[in-house]
């Protein structure tokens, strides 16, 4: 397969920049697997997990919560809001997170704090969907 240039960049790193086959990315118009050489696209992301083929024996997944890909003739850009390597991930840790979410929604007072609590808490959700968990 012929390669193309990718980079995944949030707003604390640069995830990841190099030379690749092919990238699975979650659209919110759906799944998109972008190949060298594919039309010039910009679309935005929702959670869910990129898939990067760098060979076909190296491939590597990366959880992104929301954020733009744009695919240019130079290859393929991904600005994330948040991006984070699935193997960095703890499901355990993850269900442990949801729970204490809850418990502060439930305890919110005022508009303001059950907005954020439920921002977290759906923030969260959206994580354990995309992991399957």
């Known amino acids: 397969m012929a390669a193309f240039h990718f980079e ?10 190099g030379e690749v086959e092919s990238v699975a990315i979650p ?8 190949l060298r050489d594919h039309a010039p696209v910009m679309t935005t992301l929702k959670p869910g997990i990129v898939e990067v083929e ?3 024996s190296k491939k590597s997944r990366i959880f992104v919560r929301g954020g733009f ?11 994330a809001e948040v991006a984070t390597p699935v193997e960095q991930l703890d499901a355990s840790k993850i269900t442990q997170e949801i729970k204490n979410a809850q418990e502060d929604l439930a305890d919110a ?4 704090a059950k907005r954020v609590a439920s921002e ?7 994580l354990k969907t995309a ?3």
């Open 120 to 126: 977290k808490l759906d923030q969260l959700n959206e």
């Open 27 to 34: 659209g919110v118009e759906g799944q998109m697997t972008i």
């Open 109 to 112: 007072s005022g508009d303001e």
């Open 54 to 56: 760098e060979s076909a």
């Open 8 to 17: 995944l960049v949030s707003p604390e790193q640069l995830l990841f920049s």
């Open 131 to 133: 992991l399957g968990l």
């Open 69 to 79: 890909a744009d695919v240019a003739t130079g290859g393929l850009t991904i600005l």
